[in-house]
T-cell receptor
Framework: KAGVTQTPRYLIKTRGQQVTLSCSPI?????VSWYQQTPGQGLQFLFE???????NKGNFPGRFSGRQFSNSRSEMNVSTLELGDSALYLC????????????FGPGTRLLVL | AQSVTQPDIHITVSEGASLELRCNYS??????LFWYVQSPGQGLQLLLK??????LVQGIKGFEAEFKRSQSSFNLRKPSVHWSDAAEYFC????????????FGTGTSLTVIP
Protein backbone atom coordinates (compact mmCIF):
# COMPACT_ATOMS: atom_id res chain seq x y z
CA LYS A 1 0.00 0.00 0.00
CA ALA A 2 1.13 3.49 -0.69
CA GLY A 3 1.89 5.56 2.36
CA VAL A 4 0.55 8.91 3.39
CA THR A 5 1.29 11.56 0.81
CA GLN A 6 1.45 15.28 1.35
CA THR A 7 1.60 18.07 -1.19
CA PRO A 8 3.37 20.29 -1.67
CA ARG A 9 6.55 19.25 0.08
CA TYR A 10 7.93 22.76 0.32
CA LEU A 11 6.24 26.12 0.31
CA ILE A 12 7.36 29.71 0.70
CA LYS A 13 4.80 32.38 1.49
CA THR A 14 4.82 35.93 2.79
CA ARG A 15 3.10 37.29 5.85
CA GLY A 16 -0.59 37.90 5.40
CA GLN A 17 -1.05 35.32 2.67
CA GLN A 18 -2.99 32.14 3.07
CA VAL A 19 -1.93 28.59 2.30
CA THR A 20 -3.60 25.25 1.69
CA LEU A 21 -1.86 21.96 2.36
CA SER A 22 -3.10 18.60 1.15
CA CYS A 23 -2.90 15.12 2.60
CA SER A 24 -3.89 11.79 1.08
CA PRO A 25 -4.17 9.02 3.68
CA ILE A 26 -3.31 5.37 3.31
CA UNK A 27 -5.99 3.58 1.34
CA UNK A 28 -8.76 2.46 3.67
CA UNK A 29 -7.84 4.85 6.45
CA UNK A 30 -10.64 7.15 7.46
CA UNK A 31 -8.97 9.31 10.07
CA VAL A 32 -6.57 12.11 9.28
CA SER A 33 -4.76 14.17 11.90
CA TRP A 34 -2.57 17.21 11.44
CA TYR A 35 0.41 18.24 13.52
CA GLN A 36 2.68 21.25 13.52
CA GLN A 37 6.35 20.66 14.26
CA THR A 38 8.68 23.49 15.21
CA PRO A 39 12.07 23.47 16.97
CA GLY A 40 10.68 25.48 19.87
CA GLN A 41 7.32 23.81 20.46
CA GLY A 42 7.95 20.33 19.12
CA LEU A 43 5.02 18.36 17.74
CA GLN A 44 1.66 19.90 18.45
CA PHE A 45 -1.72 18.51 17.51
CA LEU A 46 -3.80 20.71 15.25
CA PHE A 47 -6.96 18.75 14.52
CA GLU A 48 -8.35 15.40 13.51
CA UNK A 49 -10.97 14.44 10.98
CA UNK A 50 -12.93 11.25 10.66
CA UNK A 51 -15.66 10.65 8.10
CA UNK A 52 -15.57 14.31 7.05
CA UNK A 53 -16.17 15.51 10.62
CA UNK A 54 -13.72 17.27 12.87
CA UNK A 55 -13.40 15.07 15.95
CA ASN A 56 -10.69 16.84 17.92
CA LYS A 57 -9.04 20.20 17.82
CA GLY A 58 -5.84 21.39 19.40
CA ASN A 59 -5.07 24.76 20.88
CA PHE A 60 -4.48 26.77 17.75
CA PRO A 61 -6.11 30.03 16.61
CA GLY A 62 -9.00 30.05 14.21
CA ARG A 63 -6.65 30.94 11.36
CA PHE A 64 -5.92 27.24 11.21
CA SER A 65 -8.72 25.23 9.69
CA GLY A 66 -9.18 21.99 7.88
CA ARG A 67 -11.60 19.75 6.13
CA GLN A 68 -11.92 16.21 4.94
CA PHE A 69 -13.47 14.96 1.75
CA SER A 70 -15.56 11.87 1.13
CA ASN A 71 -12.50 9.99 -0.14
CA SER A 72 -10.77 10.74 3.21
CA ARG A 73 -8.31 13.18 1.66
CA SER A 74 -7.80 16.18 3.85
CA GLU A 75 -6.72 19.75 3.48
CA MET A 76 -5.63 22.25 6.04
CA ASN A 77 -5.68 25.98 5.51
CA VAL A 78 -3.83 28.71 7.30
CA SER A 79 -5.05 32.24 6.69
CA THR A 80 -3.24 35.50 7.37
CA LEU A 81 0.11 33.82 7.72
CA GLU A 82 2.48 34.94 10.45
CA LEU A 83 6.23 34.40 10.70
CA GLY A 84 5.62 31.98 13.56
CA ASP A 85 3.64 29.70 11.28
CA SER A 86 6.88 28.57 9.66
CA ALA A 87 7.03 24.89 10.48
CA LEU A 88 6.88 21.35 9.23
CA TYR A 89 3.23 20.33 8.94
CA LEU A 90 2.70 16.62 9.32
CA CYS A 91 -0.33 14.66 8.37
CA UNK A 92 -1.07 11.25 9.87
CA UNK A 93 -3.69 8.70 8.96
CA UNK A 94 -5.23 5.82 10.86
CA UNK A 95 -8.01 3.34 10.37
CA UNK A 96 -10.30 4.68 13.06
CA UNK A 97 -10.29 7.34 15.70
CA UNK A 98 -9.88 5.45 18.95
CA UNK A 99 -6.25 6.11 19.77
CA UNK A 100 -5.11 3.92 16.95
CA UNK A 101 -1.70 3.78 15.34
CA UNK A 102 -1.03 6.81 13.23
CA UNK A 103 1.09 6.66 10.11
CA PHE A 104 2.78 9.87 9.15
CA GLY A 105 3.47 11.48 5.82
CA PRO A 106 6.75 13.20 4.93
CA GLY A 107 5.37 16.61 5.82
CA THR A 108 5.08 19.99 4.15
CA ARG A 109 7.79 22.46 5.02
CA LEU A 110 6.27 25.96 5.17
CA LEU A 111 8.46 29.03 5.32
CA VAL A 112 6.78 32.37 5.95
CA LEU A 113 8.82 35.45 5.04
CA ALA B 1 -2.92 17.24 32.21
CA GLN B 2 -1.46 14.88 29.71
CA SER B 3 2.25 15.14 29.08
CA VAL B 4 5.20 13.19 27.83
CA THR B 5 8.73 13.77 29.04
CA GLN B 6 11.88 12.71 27.29
CA PRO B 7 14.56 13.85 29.72
CA ASP B 8 17.48 13.34 27.37
CA ILE B 9 17.66 15.99 24.68
CA HIS B 10 20.71 14.50 23.06
CA ILE B 11 22.52 11.18 23.41
CA THR B 12 25.78 10.05 21.84
CA VAL B 13 26.71 6.38 21.66
CA SER B 14 29.38 4.37 19.91
CA GLU B 15 28.38 2.03 17.16
CA GLY B 16 27.76 -1.41 18.61
CA ALA B 17 26.98 -0.09 22.07
CA SER B 18 23.61 -0.53 23.72
CA LEU B 19 21.03 2.22 23.83
CA GLU B 20 18.23 3.24 26.14
CA LEU B 21 16.04 6.26 25.51
CA ARG B 22 13.81 7.33 28.35
CA CYS B 23 10.17 8.30 28.20
CA ASN B 24 7.85 9.18 31.07
CA TYR B 25 4.21 10.06 30.65
CA SER B 26 1.38 11.54 32.61
CA UNK B 27 -2.02 10.50 31.39
CA UNK B 28 -5.34 10.12 33.12
CA UNK B 29 -6.66 7.27 31.02
CA UNK B 30 -5.07 3.95 30.19
CA UNK B 31 -2.42 5.00 27.72
CA UNK B 32 -1.49 3.77 24.33
CA LEU B 33 2.24 4.31 23.87
CA PHE B 34 4.32 4.74 20.77
CA TRP B 35 7.87 5.35 19.69
CA TYR B 36 8.55 7.07 16.40
CA VAL B 37 11.81 7.89 14.64
CA GLN B 38 12.40 10.87 12.40
CA SER B 39 15.32 11.33 10.05
CA PRO B 40 16.25 14.89 9.02
CA GLY B 41 13.62 16.48 6.83
CA GLN B 42 11.41 13.42 6.96
CA GLY B 43 8.15 12.40 8.54
CA LEU B 44 7.81 10.07 11.50
CA GLN B 45 8.24 6.34 11.17
CA LEU B 46 6.59 4.05 13.70
CA LEU B 47 9.09 1.91 15.60
CA LEU B 48 6.74 0.14 17.98
CA LYS B 49 3.57 0.49 19.98
CA UNK B 50 1.96 -0.69 23.18
CA UNK B 51 -1.77 -1.04 23.63
CA UNK B 52 -2.12 -3.81 26.19
CA UNK B 53 -0.82 -7.25 27.11
CA UNK B 54 2.85 -8.12 27.27
CA UNK B 55 4.68 -5.11 28.64
CA LEU B 56 7.78 -5.81 26.57
CA VAL B 57 7.11 -4.99 22.95
CA GLN B 58 9.28 -5.62 19.95
CA GLY B 59 9.53 -3.24 17.06
CA ILE B 60 11.30 -2.77 13.79
CA LYS B 61 15.04 -2.37 13.33
CA GLY B 62 15.81 -4.38 16.46
CA PHE B 63 14.20 -1.95 18.90
CA GLU B 64 12.17 -2.93 21.92
CA ALA B 65 10.40 -1.02 24.67
CA GLU B 66 9.11 -1.91 28.10
CA PHE B 67 5.97 -0.44 29.63
CA LYS B 68 6.22 0.04 33.38
CA ARG B 69 2.93 1.28 34.75
CA SER B 70 4.30 1.82 38.27
CA GLN B 71 6.95 4.15 36.92
CA SER B 72 4.81 5.68 34.13
CA SER B 73 7.63 4.88 31.77
CA PHE B 74 8.04 3.44 28.31
CA ASN B 75 11.76 3.30 27.63
CA LEU B 76 13.15 2.35 24.25
CA ARG B 77 16.12 0.00 24.01
CA LYS B 78 18.40 -1.49 21.43
CA PRO B 79 21.21 -3.92 22.29
CA SER B 80 23.59 -2.85 19.54
CA VAL B 81 23.32 0.49 17.76
CA HIS B 82 24.12 0.90 14.09
CA TRP B 83 25.30 4.13 12.46
CA SER B 84 22.01 4.27 10.53
CA ASP B 85 20.12 4.63 13.83
CA ALA B 86 21.24 8.24 14.13
CA ALA B 87 18.01 10.23 14.12
CA GLU B 88 15.46 11.97 16.34
CA TYR B 89 13.30 9.71 18.48
CA PHE B 90 9.87 10.66 19.77
CA CYS B 91 7.73 9.05 22.40
CA UNK B 92 3.99 9.61 22.08
CA UNK B 93 0.92 8.78 24.14
CA UNK B 94 -2.72 8.48 23.20
CA UNK B 95 -5.75 6.73 24.64
CA UNK B 96 -8.91 5.01 23.64
CA UNK B 97 -11.92 7.28 23.75
CA UNK B 98 -9.95 10.43 23.12
CA UNK B 99 -9.68 10.21 19.40
CA UNK B 100 -6.30 10.21 17.78
CA UNK B 101 -4.88 13.22 19.56
CA UNK B 102 -1.38 12.14 20.44
CA UNK B 103 0.87 13.94 22.88
CA PHE B 104 4.51 13.88 21.93
CA GLY B 105 7.67 14.27 23.90
CA THR B 106 10.21 16.84 22.81
CA GLY B 107 12.38 14.19 21.27
CA THR B 108 15.85 12.74 21.82
CA SER B 109 18.49 13.29 19.21
CA LEU B 110 20.77 10.30 18.79
CA THR B 111 24.31 10.60 17.46
CA VAL B 112 26.23 7.43 16.67
CA ILE B 113 30.02 7.54 16.72
CA PRO B 114 31.77 5.09 14.38
Amino acid sequence: KAGVTQTPRYLIKTRGQQVTLSCSPISGHRSVSWYQQTPGQGLQFLFEYFSETQRNKGNFPGRFSGRQFSNSRSEMNVSTLELGDSALYLCASSLGFQGETQYFGPGTRLLVL
Amino acid sequence: AQSVTQPDIHITVSEGASLELRCNYSYGATPYLFWYVQSPGQGLQLLLKYFSGDTLVQGIKGFEAEFKRSQSSFNLRKPSVHWSDAAEYFCAVGASGTGNQFYFGTGTSLTVIP
